[in-house]
């Protein structure tokens, strides 16, 4: 028997199970309670999941850290299932925390039982070299989740630059570089804890902050900009939710390059940066004044990713993962 794990019932993936069992796996869902406190909502999925499979059984996991849970729940249980994590997310931070927790993913992605994917196999190289090991995972490209009515085609909307999100953005660099383009707005949407400390501090007035936010409130700053630029502080996976969500619109992207980021944009997609506030200036002013070539970069990451990146394929690919779970595959990506 499979299972597919959620970390919460606000997930909308249904697709996922609907499209395996067309393919003929017997599969169910699990989903992880509501709790004031996440990590309760993990543990108490991982503990549903426990009580619901049976030695095996292959477990999915759709949130990364949930499923080491579930392998360290396992193995002080002597329980034993094959687990199967989907796109790792893991960072490289120098905290106590982050090292608790490298130390679990390390102990847990060698294990014979468990499997993993990544959204960027280069992503996938950094964390083995992060974590000092020599584990081997899958290519599955995060899913583009839009449909025709909630697309539309570029819009110019004039010298207006949007970032926003929650992890791994560089808050710091997005205001120095709007600091630095007085004559350009740019809407930064952040989490409320970042917004107060900004609140604090002395920021030029092209620069509009928002915090806390609804999701169709963030998408209309969204789509009410020319530009889509979120620069990344990570090497892992950080602001693709707001990337597709900038395709799904056709704005041009320009983003921090980062292992990531390289497996989805490139000179005809969008822009790649380093973190730099002259290179980050320079391409906002250069992609401002060449509307057609923005354009032109908006509708080839639309159309890259509508291709790539389908719920068709993501469910095909993960299928032959299902298939193949009882081999390792090094640094394949499934077609």
Sequence with gaps: MNYIVFDNFRDNNGYIVEALRKKGVDIEEIYSPDSKYKWI??????????LKSSSGDTLIFWYDFQGIIFWGVCKLLWTKRRIIILNLLLKNKPTFKNKIVSYLYKSALQANNVEATVTSLEYGEALNSQLRIKSSYMLLHDVYPF??????????????????????RDWELAIKIGQSMPNVQFTLVMPTFIQKYYSKIKISDNIHIFENVSLVEFNKLLQESSIVMPPLNTDAPAGLIVIFQAASQQKTVITTSTPVTKEYIDNKTGVLCENNIDQFRKEIEYHLQHPDIARA??????????????????????????????NRISHTCIL
């Design 41 to 50: 909502a993990w543990l108490k999925g991982v503990l549903n999941a426990i």
């Design 297 to 326: 970069k908006g509708k080839a990451l639309y159309n890259k990713l509508r291709s790539e990146c389908s719920k068709e394929l993501y469910t095909s690919k993960l299928y032959n993962i299902l298939l193949h779970n009882e």
């Design 147 to 168: 449909d025709k009515k909630e697309e539309t085609e570029y819009k110019n909307y004039g010298n207006k630059v949007f970032c926003g999100g929650n992890n791994g």
